[in-house]
């Protein structure tokens, strides 16, 4: 009972703070030529980006299949591309209630264990974040002015105080170095922990055998027959993301000029806004998004109009097929679908 009234919290809690992100990111602005401006766009383009999105889920259920495989497990691709959707469904009402839920439901279907998915679930958040991390990277080799003023406005925008010596480190060479911080910090702990294996408290062994646990995940992927095609799975679902916010820019005219270069500035900072602890990036995308966007001298509200579309899309996109993906599961015969 008492874990049930702090989901019920923690959901309501979210929910709050994605109503106050769409608040603050609509404030000010004329909703009625808003939703004009929606319902004019070009939806080839929208719809191209599901299917889009569609082939990325595909990949990204046969990645999972190899590292379950890896394991010693054989399930089938369908049953675990289904699970991957159930996931995505679930983490809208709950973030990151997606990650369990998709292994309980892979679980009970291929009678694999729950913590052994867990563990493949996990090193996939982390190649995620990496991923992103790269991106962030190259954004920031191609777009440094761009980037850096987006950092300094964002930044001066929610802590004022800050804001000159947050600029003069955006300005230096420091704020490449800080990005590349976390590589040389994770490399650095992994020696650490290595080190440390002897005398361990019982709380210190846990993180360090969870830390040394992703680390022997990336070393299974090294080892992992084939491991070529598990690297051009990654790569491939991460070019989807980007082919699916870049494809958007051509439903509306504000943001139809834009280019490739552009629109990878514009998918890694709708990607930071996605990993936001938010039901679906609710609010934070739209916020992020609209602001980036003025930088390329798009007014604030086709910012809106081109974010509320990318997102609204890819979210009934999710509702649908994990509402598919939950029949499937409730299903008991498993030749269906």
């Given at each position: 009972?008492?874990?049930?009234?702090?989901?019920?919290?923690?959901?309501?809690?979210?929910?709050?703070?994605?109503?106050?992100?769409?608040?603050?990111?609509?404030?000010?602005?004329?909703?009625?030529?808003?939703?004009?401006?929606?319902?004019s766009?070009?939806?080839?383009?929208?719809?191209?980006?599901?299917?889009?999105?569609?082939?990325?889920?595909?990949?990204?259920?046969?990645?999972?299949?190899?590292?379950?495989?890896?394991?010693?497990?054989?399930?089938?691709?369908?049953?675990?591309?289904w699970?991957?959707?159930?996931?995505?469904?679930?983490?809208?009402?709950?973030?990151?209630?997606?990650?369990?839920?998709?292994?309980?439901?892979?679980?009970?279907?291929?009678?694999?264990?729950?913590?052994?998915?867990l563990?493949?679930?996990?090193?996939?958040?982390?190649?995620d974040?990496?991923?992103?991390f790269?991106?962030?990277?190259?954004?920031?080799?191609?777009?440094?002015?761009?980037?850096?003023?987006?950092a300094?406005?964002?930044?001066?925008?929610?802590?004022?105080?800050?804001?000159?010596?947050?600029?003069?480190?955006?300005?230096?060479?420091?704020?490449?170095?800080?990005?590349?911080?976390?590589?040389?910090?994770?490399?650095?702990?992994?020696?650490?922990?290595?080190?440390?294996q002897r005398?361990?408290?019982?709380?210190?062994?846990?993180?360090?055998?969870l830390?040394?646990?992703?680390?022997?995940?990336?070393?299974?992927?090294?080892?992992?027959?084939?491991?070529?095609?598990?690297?051009?799975?990654?790569?491939?679902?991460?070019?989807?993301?980007?082919?699916?916010?870049?494809?958007?820019?051509?439903?509306?005219?504000?943001?139809?000029?834009?280019?490739?270069?552009?629109?990878?500035?514009?998918?890694?900072i709708?990607?930071i806004?996605?990993?936001?602890p938010?039901?679906?990036?609710?609010?934070?995308?739209?916020?992020?998004?609209?602001?980036?966007?003025?930088?390329?001298?798009?007014?604030?509200?086709?910012?809106?109009?081109?974010?509320?579309?990318?997102?609204?899309?890819q979210?009934?996109?999710?509702?649908?097929?994990?509402?598919?993906?939950?029949?499937?599961?409730?299903?008991?015969?498993?030749?269906?679908?």
């Amino acid at each position: 009972m008492k874990k049930k009234i702090i989901s019920i919290i923690k959901y309501v809690v979210l929910l709050a703070i994605g109503v106050g992100l769409m608040y603050l990111a609509f404030r000010g602005n004329d909703l009625k030529k808003m939703l004009r401006d929606i319902e004019s766009a070009n939806y080839f383009w929208v719809f191209l980006s599901l299917f889009v999105s569609i082939l990325a889920y595909i990949s990204r259920a046969m990645r999972w299949n190899m590292l379950i495989e890896s394991l010693g497990y054989k399930p089938k691709v369908r049953n675990t591309y289904w699970a991957l959707l159930f996931g995505y469904f679930a983490n809208l009402a709950i973030p990151r209630l997606g990650e369990v839920s998709r292994c309980g439901a892979l679980s009970r279907k291929e009678k694999i264990p729950f913590n052994e998915l867990l563990g493949t679930v996990v090193i996939e958040r982390v190649i995620d974040v990496l991923m992103l991390f790269l991106s962030l990277i190259l954004v920031a080799i191609l777009e440094f002015d761009l980037l850096k003023n987006f950092a300094v406005r964002a930044f001066n925008f929610h802590l004022y105080p800050a804001h000159s010596s947050f600029l003069l480190l955006v300005n230096s060479w420091k704020f490449v170095a800080l990005m590349l911080s976390p590589l040389v910090l994770l490399i650095a702990l992994q020696i650490y922990f290595r080190g440390q294996q002897r005398n361990q408290t019982a709380s210190f062994k846990k993180i360090s055998d969870l830390f040394l646990g992703i680390i022997r995940g990336f070393q299974t992927i090294l080892m992992m027959k084939d491991n070529w095609k598990f690297i051009a799975h990654t790569f491939f679902i991460w070019t989807m993301y980007f082919i699916v916010s870049y494809v958007c820019f051509f439903s509306i005219p504000a943001t139809s000029n834009l280019t490739a270069k552009d629109g990878l500035f514009i998918f890694a900072i709708g990607g930071i806004g996605m990993t936001a602890p938010v039901q679906g990036g609710f609010g934070i995308y739209h916020l992020l998004i609209s602001q980036a966007l003025t930088l390329f001298g798009i007014p604030l509200s086709d910012g809106l109009v081109f974010a509320t579309i990318v997102h609204t899309a890819q979210t009934m996109l999710v509702l649908l097929m994990g509402g598919i993906s939950v029949i499937y599961f409730l299903n008991p015969n498993k030749n269906n679908l």
